[in-house]
T-cell receptor
Framework: DVKVTQSSRYLVKRTGEKVFLECVQD?????MFWYRQDPGLGLRLIYF???????EKGDIPEGYSVSREKKERFSLILESASTNQTSMYLC?????????????FGEGSRLTVL | GENVEQHPSTLSVQEGDSAVIKCTYS??????FPWYKQELGKRPQLIID?????GEKKDQRIAVTLNKTAKHFSLHITETQPEDSAVYFC??????????FGGGTRLMVKP
C-alpha cells in the first residue's frame, strides 16, 4: 500500500520563525511535490523535485525553499515564517513514468503563523 | 502556463440526484485530466482520469467527459450518496508533465 507521510499534522509558529515540514514516501518514487491548499484557490505548486538533490520552482516559490538529500525524503523550509503563509501544506509523490500521472498525497500539515 | 478554472465552487444536491462539476483549461497541449476527491480531513485521492485521445470514461457512478475543441471537461456523479460529500479537484497536465489544479468544488449531498 502506497504511503506518503508528513511529519506534522498541525503546527503553530510565530512570525519570523524557521519552519521545517518533512515528507517521506515509501514507494521509491522519483518525483516529489509540495503544494499549498487554500480555499477557493485549489492546490498550488510551491516546489518539486525529479531526483535527489534536484529542485525546481513551482508557481508560488517565494518565501519557501526545499531540500531533497535522499530519494524518499522531501523537505519544505520556510526561512522566516509570515502570517500569509498560514495554510494547509500537502506533499505528494509520483512515479517518473510519463504514462502514470497519479499523485499520491500525504495527509497534510496545517500551519498557523501568529 | 496552464490555467484551470472550475465551477461551481459549491454544489448542494439531494441524495439520489446527479451532480456535475465543470472545468476549463487554457493550454491546448494538455493531454491528461485527473479528478481528485478530498474528504473532510483526509488526503486528496485520484478517483478517475481521462486522456486526450478519449472523449468519455465511466467507472460505476462516476464519469468524465472531455471536449478538446472547447477545452473543457466535466465530472458527472449519478445517484449521489452522502459519502460522495467532499471537495473535488480537477486538474490538467501540460506537455511538460506538470499538473495544474482547479480551485475545487465542495459537494454536499443531503440525505
Amino acid at each position: 500500500d502506497v504511503k506518503v507521510t508528513q511529519s506534522s499534522r498541525y503546527l503553530v509558529k510565530r512570525t519570523g520563525e524557521k519552519v521545517f515540514l518533512e515528507c517521506v514516501q515509501d514507494m521509491d518514487h522519483e518525483n516529489m511535490f509540495w503544494y499549498r491548499q487554500d480555499p477557493g484557490l485549489g492546490l498550488r505548486l510551491i516546489y518539486f523535485s525529479y531526483d535527489v538533490k534536484m529542485k525546481e520552482k513551482g508557481d508560488i516559490p517565494e518565501g519557501y525553499s526545499v531540500s531533497r538529500e535522499k530519494k524518499e525524503r522531501f523537505s519544505l523550509i520556510l526561512e522566516s515564517a509570515s502570517t500569509n503563509q498560514t495554510s494547509m501544506y500537502l506533499c505528494a509523490s509520483r512515479t517518473g513514468s510519463a504514462n502514470t500521472g497519479e499523485l499520491f498525497f500525504g495527509e497534510g500539515s496545517r500551519l498557523t503563523v501568529l | 502556463g496552464e490555467n484551470v478554472e472550475q465551477h461551481p465552487s459549491t454544489l448542494s444536491v439531494q441524495e439520489g440526484d446527479s451532480a456535475v462539476i465543470k472545468c476549463t483549461y487554457s493550454d491546448s497541449a494538455s493531454n491528461y485530466f485527473p479528478w481528485y476527491k478530498q474528504e473532510l480531513g483526509k488526503r486528496p485521492q485520484l478517483i478517475i482520469d481521462i486522456r486526450s485521445n478519449v472523449g468519455e470514461k465511466k467507472d460505476q457512478r462516476i464519469a468524465v467527459t472531455l471536449n478538446k475543441t472547447a477545452k473543457h471537461f466535466s465530472l458527472h456523479i449519478t445517484e449521489t450518496q452522502p459519502e460522495d460529500s467532499a471537495v473535488y479537484f480537477c486538474a490538467a497536465r501540460d506537455a511538460g508533465n506538470m499538473l495544474t489544479f482547479g480551485g475545487g468544488t465542495r459537494l454536499m449531498v443531503k440525505p
